[in-house]
């Protein structure tokens, strides 16, 4: 493997770079800062609100939030999932990537009354997407949203 040049300057960092590398870089640093000087509140907010406003930025210029259906070729879905995904504002590098099953997020609420609310809530978004596509079929507008849930 070669060595890199040590005349020449390293790349600049992208909003990637900063949640794999710089972020590591500034947590030892501050952790070490702390640990030397008793720092107070106003000292440690803005810099924990910087950190916000980097992630906000990502989530909101480089984020999504979508639901799934995996299935294999020719078969039905298992069953939906949702997916949040961040990519780096800068290169499109995705930093955050996590799924989870709708029915582990119902039951993760371990209340059955609320789980059984969470059921027939999906139950009736169940409706409405099947009424939109039902309109869809039908030759209706694809940009009209799907009627309500209680006109579902």
């Known amino acids: 493997m070669e060595k890199p040049d040590p005349d020449t300057p390293p790349p600049p960092f992208g909003s990637a ?29 803005p810099v924990l609100e910087a950190a916000r406003e980097m992630c906000r930025a990502d989530i909101h210029e480089g984020g999504g939030l979508r639901l799934h259906a995996e299935q294999e070729e020719g078969g039905e879905a298992e069953e939906a999932f949702l997916s949040l995904g961040i990519a780096d504002r800068d290169d ?37 997407i099947d009424a939109w596509l039902a309109e869809n079929e039908k030759g209706g507008d694809a940009g009209t949203p799907p009627p309500g849930p209680a006109q579902a």
């Not at 590591?24 to 501050?30: D, P, T, W």
């Not at 119902?106 to 009354?113: G, S």
Request: hydrophobic share 50%.
């Open 17 to 45: 770079d900063f949640h794999t590398i710089v972020q590591k870089q500034i947590a030892a640093a501050a952790q070490e800062a702390i640990g030397n000087a008793k720092l107070g509140w106003e000292t440690i907010a």
């Open 92 to 128: 499109g590098t995705e930093w955050l990537s996590e799924s989870w099953w709708l029915s582990d997020l119902a039951i993760a609420e371990e209340d059955p009354a609320r789980i059984d609310a969470i059921a027939r809530a999906l139950e009736r978004s169940v409706a409405r």
